[in-house]
């Protein structure tokens, strides 16, 4: 038992590898949208501006920033993660500092972290259905998202700030036992839809 913070051992574990996916995650996905917003400026300052990101046709940030896709909300996507990434580094650090958080702000941050899933969910599908070009510092936002959701949930969930019906006590029980499945899961989903949607290029890679 964590007597300073009321937990069991299993309960400290989830807490401090919760934190660490959100540390590391919200600084992965910082740099990557620091380094996009890097690029676009760069590149509207300078049209002949070399993106440290464009390798090949398929692998390009620079052909992605020029989509409207890219500028969603009528300003470039990864200000976004400027603003919302630091937030995910704070969060993980409240939890590795053992900071018992309001349940509204734990369900509060739960959200942003679903809409920001639902929001890179269709970045996926624009990139492979519609633009038909990867960015590679996107897809790395794309890897620290969905830890950051998935395991904040599970948090959420293994705490009681997310209510389960006991009709679903079990089936939820068993999804926090082998909560590694489920994240696997996802990764898989996105790994097949760019390996299905690119096939005819990664082919030519074997």
């Avoid at 309960?11 to 996905?29: M, Q």
């Avoid at 919302?84 to 590795?96: C, D």
């Avoid at 006991?166 to 898989?188: K, Q, S």
């Amino acid at each position: 038992m964590d007597e300073a913070f009321g937990e069991t051992g299993r309960e400290a574990r989830g807490r401090t590898v919760t934190g660490l996916v959100l540390l590391v995650g919200g600084l992965v996905g910082l740099a990557a949208a620091f380094d996009l917003t890097y690029e676009r400026i760069a590149s509207l300052i300078d049209p002949d501006h070399a993106i440290s990101c464009d390798f090949n046709p398929v692998l390009s940030c620079g052909t992605v920033m020029n989509t409207w896709q890219a500028s969603v909300f009528g300003f470039p996507n990864p200000m976004i993660g400027l603003a919302a990434f630091p937030l995910v580094v704070f969060m993980g650090l409240l939890w590795l500092s053992k900071v018992e958080l309001p349940r509204w702000i734990a369900l509060g941050f739960n959200l942003g972290a679903l809409g920001g899933l639902a929001f890179v969910s269709w970045l996926i599908f624009q990139s492979v259905y519609q633009i038909g070009v990867l960015c590679p510092w996107c897809m790395a936002v794309w890897a620290a998202v969905l830890p950051i959701f998935w395991f904040t949930t599970i948090r959420n969930l293994s705490t009681g700030a997310i209510p389960v019906a006991e009709d679903w006590r079990d089936a939820v029980d068993d999804v926090l036992r082998f909560h590694w499945i489920g994240l696997t899961l996802l990764y898989l989903a996105v790994i097949g839809i760019v390996a299905t949607g690119f096939w005819d290029y990664w082919s030519t890679l074997l």
